[in-house]
């Protein structure tokens, strides 16, 4: 049986954990089971509106904006400039972690100065945002995201070094909030906003460095690194499913901007792949199940949403997505997750060519008129039924689930090196 330690042995230094499909691969779980052999983890983009779940011995840990590297008792954690931060939630999020007994968690982690914030307002205007275009929205997690990334790219943002001048932080804070009040026509109470973000600062303050720096160092000592996707790249901004994505670069070029570390930094790329695929919020889905099977796999599968709770859209695995991935990441090997979720389901497809009239086409079409059009060819393979929660080798799981591994892997043109088959962190088979 391979384990843990000599899959590790084989990988390069610095690693980068990425989605490959629209998010809640089960991300988590692989960069828990790593972070012991690592000793910096990083989140380079997004913010609160992740959520990676961990389950040790029955135990339920939920991350948010904290790289889920805390369980492990020597690992560092890096929320990186390319992050949007609502310090007041980090605190919150801090606060559960201290609650479930983790220690030493506040002298383990970095905070960027150069991370934006995000404050309470700008999850009014993400909701205010979404109502306006009613049948039109993107299905936001509503936590402010968009907004907060817009206003950093309208060079109107704030950013966590702005909070170690109060008067100027006070003007420009106000500045803003005064800009969304008038431009959306929403009252704002900024004093109370002021208020729990500077709490929310003398709690947090000892944390802030410029990462980059402290990053560069770890680098030349040698130090190990995994850099931690969130989302998952049909959900980045320029390579997903636009405008029904997140506001971020979440893919492999978002890690070098989102930290300040050159491309070289990152040795190896693992891609997480669903055994089927699975979306939250609006945007198209090619291989979505709206039946009866779509319900059972969600049921199966708990699919319903780590930060919102909302029911996710289950639906087959999809080739096409997943090696789009691959090639625009270059990644290279897959951690196929939550298989165990397929036992039982007797014929299982693997969607593996779109076609637009005559035309085969690469890429999950963005326009909802060429989703109508669209056509899938799907292979089917025969399913299993026998329990395989228990399986940590390859070889013992039932043949028609390795044929099911096997012809993921040569349809996505990328080997799957690491299989989930349940959701305590021992409930993985390495190859
Ligand atoms: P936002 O990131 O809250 O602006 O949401 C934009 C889109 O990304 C919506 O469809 C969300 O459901 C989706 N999204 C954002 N974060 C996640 C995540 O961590 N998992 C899955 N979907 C996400």
């Known amino acids: 049986m391979a384990k843990i330690t000599d ?36 989140r380079s983009t997004g913010g609160a509106n992740a959520g990676h779940t961990i389950v ?4 339920k840990y939920v991350f948010h904006l904290m790289p889920s590297c805390l369980l492990h008792p020597n690992t560092e954690a890096i929320i990186g400039n390319g992050t949007v931060i609502n310090l007041t939630d980090l605190v919150t999020e801090v606060e559960k972690l201290e609650a479930t007994g983790i220690k030493n968690i ?109 990053l560069s160092q770890a680098r030349k000592e040698g130090r190990k690194i995994l850099y931690e996707g969130a989302q998952a790249h049909h959900l980045d901004i320029d390579h997903g499913t636009y405008p029904y994505v997140t506001s971020s670069n979440v893919s492999a070029g978002g890690i070098c901007t989102g930290l300040g570390v050159p491309p ?37 599968g708990h699919e319903y949403g780590a930060t919102t709770g909302r029911p996710r859209r289950c639906g087959w695995f999809d080739a096409v997505v997943v090696r789009n991935a691959v090639e625009f990441n270059g990644i290279d090997s897959l951690n196929l997750t939550k298989l165990d979720v397929l036992t039982g389901v007797t014929e299982l497809k693997i969607a593996t060519e779109y076609w637009l009239d005559d035309t085969r086409i690469y890429n999950v079409p ?34 028609n689930a390795q044929k099911y591994v096997t ?14 088959v349940g959701a305590d962190r021992q409930a993985l088979i390495f190859r």
């Open 7 to 42: 899959f590790l042995s084989g990988c390069s230094k610095n690693l980068a954990i990425l989605g490959t499909q629209w998010g809640d691969e089960g991300k988590g779980k692989l960069i828990d089971a790593f972070s012991n052999h690592f000793e910096l983890v990083c």
């Open 106 to 214: 506040q002298s383990r982690i970095k905070i960027s100065l150069h991370a934006h914030l995000l404050f309470e307002y700008h999850k009014q205007v993400d909701a205010e945002l979404e109502n306006r275009k009613g049948d039109n929205k993107i299905g936001t997690t509503c936590r402010g995201i968009g907004p907060c990334y817009g206003d950093k790219i309208n060079r109107m943002g704030l950013r966590v070094e702005d909070l170690l001048d109060e008067e100027n932080f006070r003007e420009r804070i106000i500045a803003n909030a005064q800009f969304h009040e008038k431009n959306l026509d929403i009252t704002i109470d900024i004093e109370k906003e002021i208020e729990s973000v500077m709490i929310a600062k003398e709690k947090l303050k000892e944390l802030f460095c410029d990462t980059r720096l402290y």
């Open 407 to 420: 012809r993921i892997e040569e349809l996505s043109g990328c080997p799957v090196s690491s299989i989930g």
């Open 56 to 59: 040790v011995d029955d135990k």
């Open 264 to 300: 070289k930094a990152i040795e190896e790329i693992i891609g997480i792949a669903k055994a089927y695929t699975t979306r939250v919020g609006e945007g198209p889905f090619p291989t979505e199940l709206e039946d009866e099977l779509g319900d059972q796999i969600r049921a199966q």
């Open 366 to 399: 963005t326009t909802q008129k060429a989703n109508d059009k669209l056509s899938i060819k799907y292979e089917t393979l025969p399913g299993w039924a026998e329990d395989i929660s228990n399986v940590r080798d390859f070889s013992e799981l039932p043949l």
